[in-house]
């Protein structure tokens, strides 16, 4: 194959729509196997979890984050866009007053946040939320 300028861009082109597109996918299966490590594959019911978070955040660097679950063990908040989409646990014992939590969390760009509540008879229950994000906090 003849290496002409317009053979590059063509290449470089497709290579870079390829990266664009692969990356999505992955972040979200990751976040899924990442749910799936937290329920054990269980079946998610939703209701019994509120998600407080900003429709827009101006700054990725602190989103502030609320979650309440009452009857909850643990709660794990989850960010699908984050190449580390596991960024918060919280755990409750038998006397917590509250099963609430509040946290900031940062986010690299918009996208979807996910509180996965384990309830105290072994349920699992799931509030999301999308986040969109003027200034990424990683950098972005």
């Known amino acids: 194959m ?3 300028r317009r053979n590059l861009l063509i290449t470089s082109s497709a290579g870079m729509a390829a990266m664009a597109m692969g990356s ?3 972040f979200a299966s990751l976040t899924d196997d990442e749910i799936a490590k937290v329920t054990g594959g269980a079946e998610l019911g939703e209701g019994a979890i509120t998600l407080d978070a900003p429709e827009i955040a ?3 660097n602190t989103v502030p984050i609320g979650v309440s679950a009452p009857g909850a063990v ?3 908040l989850f960010a699908d866009g984050n190449p580390v989409p596991n960024v918060a646990t919280f755990k409750f014992g038998p006397l917590s007053a509250s099963r609430t939590a509040s946290t900031r969390i940062r986010l690299a760009r918009t996208q979807n946040v996910i509180a996965i509540a384990e309830m105290e008879d072994g349920s699992f229950q799931k ?4 986040i969109k994000v003027t200034i990424g906090g990683c950098g972005g």
């Open 74 to 76: 643990s709660i794990v």
């Open 24 to 26: 999505l996918p992955a």
């Open 58 to 60: 101006e700054n990725g």
């Open 127 to 130: 509030a999301s939320a999308n």
């Open 2 to 4: 003849k290496l002409s």
